[in-house]
């Protein structure tokens, strides 16, 4: 069974000029150009925010993203349908591993997320992301979303490994599982309106903790679209009402013993965190400083005042943007913006050209969880949203989101180099 809404995807990229042949046998300038551009530029930044400090990470940033270039090419070249026997098997092996990190997992600024194995400090659920990711597009591909029953499947592969990172807890990365799972089932044919429908329990609890009156219009409007976008209207009405009843109740029982102090104070700071300066609002008051002290074009690479000084707290890793902000300046920031907006472009018309629906799903997939990071990283850093502790891809320091986010690259790479292949065939 084909998967309508990749046809349709198809059929807008297809029309395109044939495959240009790059100097590199190949090898698109866009897909391999703008994430080492970025990892090249990360590193000086990286160094320039430890200059005051007895420890150096730029190099490490770098040898990690030599080892991810090596794991992509070799990714390139393998065909993604010998990954599907896998799934399974890679999916308990998630799974596993995200249990061993509740049981004997080693903790660090007030989280469970890692595993010592030989000294090394691995983070699973990095690799959760990726897991689920795989996953759900061979089940996507195999069951496409033609009736809301056909969710079950898909939301309850994902619930597990979603359950498991939050209670880590680990807010940032399990919202993620919810950014790739839209987007999935959105290019796996469900319509529009279940999105919404999907997203909305989410916006009436923020509706009944912030503006508790405008539930009196957002739950009608949301039945009203459930009656006239579902298969089963009455009984998709009660549900719909019934669920968004629930979670306005339920919102501040789970505010206040579903989440951390530290979690609510990032939810709720960044509105105004010069309400705690010194505590929960330092990291967004500082950074917004920084990036704005870079003006137009920054103060020059490794010549940042406030990076050099490290007032802002793990700036190498969650806050890189800002030291980009003011060592670059809003022109080196837009730039940054840009690249990722060229590589979103261009996942999608790899997605649009696959060879299956399998490979165009995963790379949906990878495209979502990217451009999500990207979105939030960016976001937070500028005052528009809490902090998550996301990382930016390829520009923040750490060595398991260097070598998922590489590893992620060659899986799009070998999905574009069979789509050439076929194309050059005919």
């Keep these: 069974m084909t998967i309508l809404r990749i046809g349709r995807r198809r059929s807008v990229f297809s029309a395109s000029k044939p495959a240009r042949r790059h100097v590199l046998e190949g090898v698109d300038l866009i ?11 990360a590193g000086v930044l990286i160094a320039s925010t430890q200059r005051q400090a007895d420890y150096a ?6 040898i990690t993203a030599a080892i991810g270039i090596a ?58 992301k990726l897991a689920a990711i795989l996953l759900l597009a061979g089940v996507l591909a195999r069951y496409p979303i033609e009736r809301p029953v056909d969710l079950n499947r898909p ?28 987007p999935m089932l959105f290019w796996a044919g469900m319509p529009l309106a279940w999105v919404v429908l999907l997203l909305s329990p989410l916006v009436a609890a923020i509706l009944a903790g912030v503006l508790p009156l405008a539930l009196a219009a ?14 089963w209207k009455r009984l998709g009405v009660v549900i719909t009402l019934a669920v968004q009843g629930l979670f306005a109740l339920l919102t501040p029982y789970l505010w ?50 406030l990076t050099k000084l490290r007032f802002i707290p793990e700036q190498h890793t969650d806050f890189i943007f800002s030291a980009l902000g003011e060592e670059t300046g809003f022109v080196g920031s837009i730039l ?19 060879r299956t629906d399998f490979e165009s799903l995963v790379v949906v997939g990878i495209g979502a969880m990217l451009m999500f990071q ?26 398991f989101a260097m070598l998922v986010n590489f590893i992620s690259l060659g899986l799009c790479a070998s999905v574009q180099h069979r789509s050439q292949a076929v194309q050059g065939r005919w």
Excluded at 155 to 182: K, N
Excluded at 267 to 296: A, C, E, R, T
Aim: aromatic share 10%; with cysteine.
């Design 31 to 41: 897909l391999w150009g703008v994430p080492l551009a970025m990892t090249l530029v």
């Design 57 to 62: 990470d730029w190099y490490q940033h770098w």
């Design 71 to 128: 794991l992509a090419l070799l990714l390139r070249r393998l065909p993604l349908e010998r990954l599907e026997r896998w799934l399974k098997p890679l999916y308990a092996l998630t799974v596993v591993s995200l249990l061993g990190v509740r049981f004997v997992g080693t903790s660090a600024l007030g989280a469970q997320r890692w595993i010592n194995i030989a000294g090394v400090h691995v983070q699973p659920s990095e690799f959760a």
């Design 155 to 182: 939301a309850a592969l994902i619930a597990l490994p979603w359950l498991l990172v939050f209670i880590q807890p680990d807010l940032g990365t399990s919202l993620v599982f919810g950014a790739v799972l839209l």
């Design 218 to 231: 957002w739950v009608p409007l949301m039945g009203l679209l459930a009656w006239r976008s579902l298969p």
């Design 256 to 305: 206040m013993h579903g989440l951390k102090d530290y979690q609510r104070d990032r939810l709720v700071l960044f509105l105004d965190p010069s309400k705690d300066p010194l505590g929960g609002g330092y990291h967004l008051l500082q950074s917004k400083i920084g990036i704005g002290s870079g003006g137009l074009f920054g103060t020059g690479l490794m010549q940042g005042h």
């Design 336 to 354: 940054l913006v840009i690249g990722y907006a060229l590589l979103c472009w261009k996942l999608l018309q790899i997605a649009g050209r696959a």
């Design 374 to 399: 990207v979105v939030v990283n960016i976001s937070m850093t500028i005052g528009l949203g809490p902090v998550t502790g996301i990382p930016l891809p390829w520009m923040s320091y750490g060595r």
